[in-house]
């Protein structure tokens, strides 16, 4: 299936070149005498192959989930179970559709996010945002969450303890989003998430499952890493396409 309009318009700014086929490009007529170059399906070049985008499912929260959200919605700002909660502007509880199909899971919120009690906000955030619209989705389709619920200090990566205090409260927005894929974003939320050391870069290219609810993970880098690394976000692109995948296989 081809791109859209939008879609390419993504990926343009995720740097990533998409290839199309060219009989659907204006070629200019060739010079008298030139060899015609191949027709049709034997003329493509490498195509994209982003897929359908697969729909939020139509699910809405039930009166029993319901109250249980607005409970951590309480608990989570009232924490004090590890020693962040002294330097925080604020928790950073999540956001997005309480009944997403995507969980996509981050590290911590940065200082932008503590400012703002949302997560990716920042410069990591529009990035994140522009990968999202490139498999079709729109950030309020999605629910967006992090290991941790506040800063660490100076955005140091997360202590196991800080890690093991906040887990409980991710592990019942899992419970009760029931994503139908989980989008682990960089090291420290794969390795949180999966109980594992294991470096990113081996933990790419494969399906994961999350023990309790079973849901789907895959690996990817953090927006952040490919700031700084932009070569990097063809893999983002594959990665994203393997998790369309998992979720076709589902439908
Ligand atoms: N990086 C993350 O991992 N999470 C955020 O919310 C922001 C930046």
């Known amino acids: 299936m081809s791109l859209n309009l939008q879609q390419r318009r993504y990926l343009k700014l995720m740097d990533i070149d998409v290839y199309v086929p060219r009989h659907v490009v204006a070629v200019p007529e060739p010079a008298p005498g030139a060899v015609p170059a191949g027709q049709g399906a034997t003329q493509l070049a490498l195509v994209a192959t982003a897929s359908t985008p697969v729909r939020p499912a139509v699910r809405n929260v039930s009166a ?14 009232a924490c004090t179970r590890c020693g962040l909660h002294q330097e925080r ?22 200082a932008e996010e503590d400012k703002q009690g949302e997560p990716f906000v920042g410069r990591a955030g529009q990035l994140l945002n522009a990968m999202l619209a490139a498999v079709g ?38 419970e009760l989003i029931q994503p139908r894929i ?23 290219g494969q399906r994961y ?20 690394s932009p070569t990097q976000k063809r893999k983002v692109w594959e990665d994203l396409q393997m998790a369309m995948g998992i979720l076709r296989e589902q439908a």
């Open 89 to 110: 502007t604020q928790t950073v509880f999540g956001v997005g559709n309480p009944c997403a199909q995507w969980l996509i899971i981050g590290e911590a919120p940065g």
């Open 209 to 228: 499952e999350y023990p309790e609810p079973k849901v789907p993970v895959v690996v990817t880098y953090h927006p952040a890493y490919l700031l700084r």
């Open 137 to 174: 989705l729109k950030r309020e389709e999605v629910f967006i969450a992090n290991i941790l619920k506040c800063r660490p200090p100076k955005n140091r990566d997360p202590k196991p303890d800080e890690a093991a205090a906040c887990a409980p409260f991710l592990q019942k927005q899992i």
């Open 64 to 77: 029993a989930a319901a109250v249980e959200w607005e409970d951590i919605r309480r608990q989570v700002p």
């Open 182 to 204: 989980i989008l682990a974003l960089g090291r420290i939320a794969a390795q949180n998430l999966l109980h594992t050391d294991t470096p990113i870069g081996r933990m790419r």
